[in-house]
């Protein structure tokens, strides 16, 4: 049985309703206000796209689970056991949400060297800067093998992109850079598709 009472277009009142109340409960919780308004935010756009939730608590918990373990915040021992604790709620509805929040919400996992998860938001910062540099590279590494008949291989490119991400840029924590590098070498793949898919059919109207 779903856990919603979905509809094809959510009720900003419905929107504005859920909101208020996660609020409430950050307030009680005594959450930082730093990251109420990310969760906040967080709630709003999953309720926005899933419709009201059954169990509110629990949604409010997992949106501020999943906006504290922000790969920034490495490392962060707390598990999800101790966050449902604190938060007085069953850790199997924590979970349940959490994995909801990161399926609908299309957000990144990566794991640490201890398998810890940590959160990477696809409207975030840290995709913004990743999208940016891939884009920029394939563009410039595509150019160079209509010029020059050759191409750098898409994993030595992941290798260049995830050293400037993580020793240049330092957008994300040398900690991931194993896991990047696999985000890192689909987007590429994704991103020489589609750039070559487009000269195949600028070549064709020629």
Known sequence: M???????????????????????????????????????????RYVSQEGTPREGDPLYGASLYVVTRHPWSHPNPLTKTEFASRLRMKESSLEWYTDSIIEKLGFVVLYDSSRNPFYVDPQGT???????????????EVVQGVVKSSAVSPHALADKIV?????????????????LHRLVQRKIEEESKRLLDQLEGDRESV
């Open 2 to 44: 779903s856990r919603f009472e979905k509809s094809m277009v959510v009720n900003p009142q419905v929107i504005v309703s859920v909101i208020r109340d996660a609020h409430e409960f950050y307030v009680e919780n005594k959450i930082d206000e730093r990251y109420q308004n990310i969760a906040l935010d967080l709630v709003r």
């Open 163 to 179: 050293d400037k991400l993580c020793s240049v840029v330092k957008v994300v924590p040398h900690t991931f850079e194993h896991e």
């Open 126 to 140: 840290i995709m913004s800067v990743i999208d940016s540099i891939v884009i920029g590279s394939v563009g410039e």
